[in-house]
């Protein structure tokens, strides 16, 4: 099968890459720069360099691919670029040269409890509005929602040997994070298996933002040092912050919203946040 993988560049993309290579699939990996990609050849990878924001750019990109998988967004504060811009309007440009193409399926991933986070959170509003027009395209579907990545929580195991921890709120909430390598096993599948359908995924427990923290502070062999940062506070500073930042207000909104609402899924992965934290 020929399988196109956008955003290859970044740490699910990359790894959806070498789970379809396994396979013995033929894979076109999308990128804005080749160079995102170095260090990963082989005969039946091809390489493509395209600029989703600019529709141009992606004419024939998807010729001859079965199958379009998007990792597409923007997971860091940088540059002028919106999540209208790329996790939206970008994914939808995607979406009309695959359609163009003859794509059969489109995959999508977007976050758990984009389905409810979408009325106040910039980033899930532009996932969910994409979703929508994934849902009435005329390709088959599937749209994954996951919990958040190890590989990015382990940025708070680092900071864990250096300071405290801050909490919003009680730290209560609960979610089901995942690792990348199960989660592209889980998504390969489930492209392969499902249409038209809603797949939900996580690792193998639920967590809150204080058991996430202590297991940050006890893969350091240091005891746990939180500080709890009370929920109107945030509000209020990102009330504050808006009119100055609006990329800085849309990633606290996110991160207010997942550390006050419980975002759980499935239980489905094997490697535990202490197992990927462990030395």
């Not at 002028?80 to 811009?85: F, K, M, N, P, V």
């Not at 919003?168 to 599948?189: E, F, Q, Y």
């Amino acid at each position: 099968m020929n399988v196109l993988i956008a955003g290859a560049g970044g740490i699910l993309g990359r790894k959806l890459v070498e789970r379809y290579l396994e396979r013995g699939d033929r894979v076109a990996a999308l990128v804005l720069n080749v160079e995102e990609l170095r260090g990963l050849a082989h005969d039946r990878l091809a390489v493509r360099a395209a600029d989703v924001t600019r529709p141009e750019t992606l004419r024939g990109v998807c010729d001859g691919c079965a199958v379009v998988v998007s990792c597409i967004g923007i997971t860091r504060i940088k540059g002028r670029l919106t999540h209208e811009d790329v996790d939206y309007r970008g994914n939808l440009n995607l979406l009309r040269e695959a359609e163009r193409a003859g794509v059969r399926k489109f995959g999508f991933i977007s976050p758990a409890g984009t389905d409810t986070g979408h009325r106040t959170v910039p980033l899930l509003a532009a996932k969910y509005r994409f979703e929508q027009e994934l849902r009435r395209s005329g390709l088959e579907w599937v749209l994954f929602r996951s919990g958040g990545f190890f590989e990015d929580l382990a940025t708070l195991k680092d900071m864990a040997a250096k300071s405290a921890l801050f909490v919003i709120g009680k730290g209560t909430s609960r979610s089901t994070p995942i690792s990348v390598n199960d989660l592209a096993a889980l998504m390969v599948d489930g492209l392969e298996r499902q249409v038209n359908a809603v797949v939900e995924m996580g690792g193998p427990e639920h967590l809150t933002w204080v058991d996430i923290c202590k297991t940050c502070f006890a893969a350091q062999n240091k005891p746990a040092r939180l500080i709890h940062v009370p929920v109107w506070l945030c509000k209020a500073t990102l009330t504050a912050l808006r009119p100055f930042s609006f990329r800085h207000y849309a990633m606290g909104q996110l991160l207010l919203f997942m550390s006050t609402r419980d975002v759980c899924t499935p239980t489905c992965g094997t490697l535990t946040l202490r197992g990927h934290l462990r030395p």
